[in-house]
């Protein structure tokens, strides 16, 4: 399973890209706004901080405004990968851009009818949204079960990637199923390799090597 970062703070992707972990960064335009940065200038020094697709998303709701948006942002850097949102005009960007292998993730899916069609528009991610699913008292896991079943039913090489994800058992849950990607907050990603027994382990090697009197160095 890929990890992206879902987050526009550099900081943090610096961070976490230094553990070897990192494949790649999504981004919102919410994302973009809580960074406090100019879009262009800050997707330019993510894509360089990865060297994994980093998703830049349009803003425009119809196709031909989307393309030129695209246009823009697909010259910031080789790494970039539109994203545009599940609706027909943003599966017709998308079909377009694919075609001439431009990667791009269809953002905003909330229904395996919808992970069909934007598989269909050779979508280089799909992203279901599993917390918001959540948020409203429905289990997203069976949406990412059901898009497995899919494209594997026909094959298609659309990566599911899990976004929206709140904590661990998601990350956990997703895996299970086949999630190909999971984009999560980088404080997620760090979360996962909490765990009690390790903490409780460590301080007893810690203290009981304090005992030898010895050092390694
Ligand atoms: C990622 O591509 C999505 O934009 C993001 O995961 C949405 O997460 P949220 O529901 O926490 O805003």
Known sequence: MKFFADTADTAEIRELAETGLLDGVTTNPSLIAKSGRDFKEVTKEICGLTDGPVSAEVVALDHETMMREAEVLR?????????VPLTIDGLKTCSKLT???TMVNVTLCFSAN?????????????SPFIGRHDDNGIDGMHLIEDMRLIYDNYGFETQILAASIRHATHVLQAAKIGADVATMPPKVIKALADHVLTQKGLEGFTADWAKTGQSIL
Do not use: E, P, S, Y
């Open 75 to 83: 010259k910031i850097a080789d790494n970039v990968c539109i994203k």
């Open 99 to 101: 075609d001439d292998g």
């Open 114 to 126: 919808q992970a069909l069609l934007a598989a269909k528009a050779g979508a280089t991610f799909v």
